[in-house]
């Protein structure tokens, strides 16, 4: 092939033509990797995600397979209708479980929605009631949905498909402090695991080593939105996490999360990833690999 190598002179209106032109490739391009970049594929059927729903100041994780979906906790009841909504996005129509890890508000509050929007085959509780409107709203939606409660304790497990759960706390059912009451799950598939610890403090993290239940795990969800009550040094060391995931809102009046708890997580090279500052945080596993989705 042969080409000419005569230069041909272009007039002002083709430069503007040719100049319009190359802008339009170049902006399509990069529309094209800015999309590729932010668009998560579709769910492979060995496959679990696990979505850390912003909910501002509370707690809301949402871990699903192709055929199966638990939701532990929902947020505050101003969450309600946002947390519904995402469930709504993924087009899951059926919560396997449903897990109140305790009664405060900041947990149960969005749940009454939940009931009442899905098909809840099971809800989990810690075996304490607490005397408020929202706890009350909460089993008042029980009773609407004819929704089944099972009260758990360390030692219980969770079956929904390839979603294997095991509780490691609650181990007593006599706490001074709401909090300890909280259900914290541990979750394996394949060679990695996810931890759940609700608002659990000090002591919960106390009983949870000495009882000597398995807590290793990549990625650990920081109890109590990473209060100074939570997160020890012994709990930390047992759980080796490679990751850590926060669920606080942004400049909340609790100050959460305390100094303490983030100079303890990044003295281990912990990764941090946060609520108030990334939003809603979406991570997917095959049992080998974790990745996580912008």
């Known amino acids: 092939m042969f080409f000419n190598n005569r230069k041909k002179t272009l007039t002002k209106s083709e430069k503007t033509q040719r100049f319009a032109l190359i802008f339009c490739f170049v902006m399509v391009g990069v529309f094209v990797f800015l999309f590729e970049m932010q668009r998560i594929p579709e769910q492979n059927a060995n496959e679990i995600r696990i979505h850390y729903i912003d909910v501002g100041q509370g707690n809301s994780v949402l871990v699903h397979s192709n055929n199966n979906a638990v ?3 929902a947020g505050v009841v101003a969450a309600s209708s946002a947390v519904v909504a995402y469930i709504e996005r993924l087009g ?12 405060h508000s900041d947990h149960i509050g969005g749940l009454p929605a939940v009931l009442d929007n899905f098909e809840v085959r099971e809800l989990w509780m ?10 009350e709203r ?12 099972t009260t758990i304790m360390a030692g219980d497990t969770l079956s929904a498909g390839i979603i294997q759960m095991t509780a490691v706390a609650p181990n007593s059912n006599m706490y001074s402090n709401l909090n300890d009451y909280s259900i ?5 598939f394949g060679y ?6 609700g ?3 000090a002591l919960s993290e106390n009983e949870m080593l000495a009882a000597g239940h398995f807590l290793q795990a990549d990625i650990l969800q920081v109890a109590h939105h990473g209060s100074a009550t939570s997160t020890t040094e012994a709990f930390l060391d047992a759980v080796m996490p490679f990751a850590a995931v926060i669920q606080s809102g942004a400049e909340n009046q609790f100050g959460h999360p305390h ?4 100079s303890r997580l990044e003295e281990r090279g912990i990764v941090i990833l946060r609520n108030d500052e990334m939003g809603t945080i979406v991570l997917a596993t095959d049992g080998l690999d974790i990745h996580l989705y912008d």
Not at 126 to 135: L, S
Not at 138 to 147: H, M, T
């Open 71 to 73: 939701l532990i906790d």
């Open 92 to 103: 899951i129509t059926t919560l396997d479980y449903v897990v109140a890890t305790h009664p």
């Open 126 to 135: 810690p075996d304490v009631v607490h005397d408020t409107n929202t706890f």
């Open 138 to 149: 909460l089993l008042d939606a029980v009773e609407r949905n004819g929704v089944e409660i």
């Open 184 to 188: 914290v799950l541990h979750m394996s």
């Open 192 to 197: 990695t695991g996810f931890l759940f610890t």
């Open 199 to 201: 608002d659990a403090e």
């Open 259 to 262: 100094p303490s708890v983030i």
